[in-house]
């Protein structure tokens, strides 16, 4: 048998696994040790499984995984993200559909505390669909703009996704961090024009803006200052150089804590409850990437990579048209599971053919990141759906995805933004070359 048929084998036994619920983790390492097992005998493919678990979590780059982790948690424990979009609240409620286009906002700002798309959706579900319902918001557009707020988190740094996006291709992590913030306020503008046509279009959708006030919207920064200070301690020390991203995630996890604990903002149980989410998140990431990289092994030796780059470029098509097909690959697979698994299982095969193909790694990145936040929306498994399910038993699972497909539309033409418009992307990280 050949190790090409192996490598087709092994992607196959791996797919099926997933789809009987094997965890992500389990399913790669096994399949890779019995695949390199088979290429190239038991000996090496146990010295394998004896080395990758050490020598591949132990890298001084991965520890601002945990870090940035860590730091999120302790605002959102300590309830920064309330404070961001009540201030949100004051800015942008003469617009249409003032607490939507808010909700967008908070969810944007509490994005520069935390990493995680998912925290994003837990946090503007618990605040702000209840206070829209209680003012007369339509309840599908109150569900849909927290579902797709929230993963702007993941997109504007520090986003964990971009650290472990520049683990795996081995790219820069502070170029990639940086090359996020554009994005992401283009994508949260985005989210609020989808909110203004709608209300501007259908005006039942949502009460009837209120005046802006300047003494209230001054007096509402007060609540912000302190994501403000970790965005400029982290964005900023790794713009400037002064931090590495490991250093920034260390800072900004202390300034986090210190902040959560001088105000008095963590409330009982907080701290250990952040830790606590802390060490599941990290050993669930650490376990899938100890899985990769024996998988990563396995693929090595077939030579699959190569060869699919190779028939790719190969083809006689434009570039843009294999581009294309990846990323409708992904929005596919994201409809079944999450990106970060994902990422670890293809970007091994596929980010070659990316880098041949003659595209930036950076933006790539970028890609990858937004691709991720759209399959946090798309049914039939798109985690924030399952949380605000979670969150709001009441609500008929249809009811959600209705009031969350404007937004699956917005975040493809953000997608179709980053696309066209590449220097978006890499203005900022070009602009470090001169630091």
């Excluded at 870090?67 to 309330?82: H, Q, S």
């Excluded at 985005?190 to 949502?206: H, I």
């Excluded at 002064?242 to 996890?253: C, K, L, Q, R, S």
């Excluded at 606590?276 to 100890?290: E, F, G, N, P, Q």
Aim: net charge neutral; charged share 10%.
């Amino acid at each position: 048998m050949s190790p090409e048929l192996i490598g087709w084998l092994a992607i196959a036994a791996l797919f099926l696994m997933l789809a009987f619920g094997i965890p992500v983790a389990f399913a790669l390492t096994a399949i890779g040790l019995v695949g390199y097992a088979a290429l190239a005998g038991l000996d090496p493919a146990l010295g394998i499984a004896g080395l990758v678990p050490y020598a591949k979590t132990a890298v001084y780059t991965f520890t601002a995984v945990p870090l940035f982790i860590v730091m999120g948690n302790f605002a959102f424990y300590a309830g920064f993200g309330t404070d961001v979009y009540n201030t949100a609240r004051h800015w942008v409620k003469r617009l249409p559909g003032g607490l939507a286009q808010a909700t967008v906002v908070g969810a944007a700002g509490f994005g520069a505390a935390c990493g995680s798309g998912l925290a994003g959706c837990a946090m503007m579900t618990k605040v702000a669909v209840p206070e829209m319902i209680r003012l007369g918001y339509d309840r599908k557009l109150a569900i849909g703009v927290a579902a797709a707020a929230g993963p702007i988190a993941q997109m504007i740094p520090p986003s964990i996704m971009m650290v472990l996006y520049g683990i795996i291709t081995e790219q820069s992590v502070a170029k990639l961090l940086i090359a996020g913030i554009i994005p992401g306020i283009v994508c949260a503008l985005v989210y609020m024009a989808v909110v203004y046509f709608r209300v501007k279009a259908n005006p039942r959708l949502a009460p009837a803006p209120e005046p802006f006030v300047w003494r209230q919207a001054l007096a509402s920064l007060k609540g912000a200052w302190a994501v403000a200070l970790l965005a400029i301690l982290v964005m900023g020390g790794i713009y400037s150089g002064v931090f590495t991203p490991t250093e920034a995630a260390g800072v900004g996890a202390f300034g986090a804590l210190s902040l959560a604990l001088i105000t008095r903002r963590m409330p009982s149980g907080g701290l250990s409850a952040a830790f606590l989410d802390t060490a599941k998140t990290t050993s669930m990431l650490y376990l899938i990437l100890v899985g990769a990289y024996i998988f990563g092994y396995l693929l090595t030796i077939t030579r699959l990579p190569a060869e699919l780059s190779g028939l790719l470029t190969s083809l006689d098509v434009p570039r843009w048209v294999i581009l294309i097909s990846i990323i409708i690959f992904y929005l596919i697979i994201g409809m079944f599971m999450d990106m970060v698994p994902a990422m670890f299982i293809t970007l091994p095969l596929l980010y070659p053919t990316v880098v041949k193909l003659g595209y930036d790694p950076i933006w790539f990145g970028v890609l990858i990141v937004q691709l991720g936040e759209i399959s946090l929306l798309t049914p039939p498994f798109g985690l924030n759906l399952i949380i605000i399910k979670g969150l709001m038993e009441e609500v008929e699972m249809t009811e959600i995805i209705r009031g969350v497909s404007p937004f699956i539309f917005g975040a493809i033409v953000t997608l179709a933004i980053y696309i066209a418009f590449p220097e978006l992307v890499l203005f900022l990280p070009n602009m470090m070359l001169t630091h």
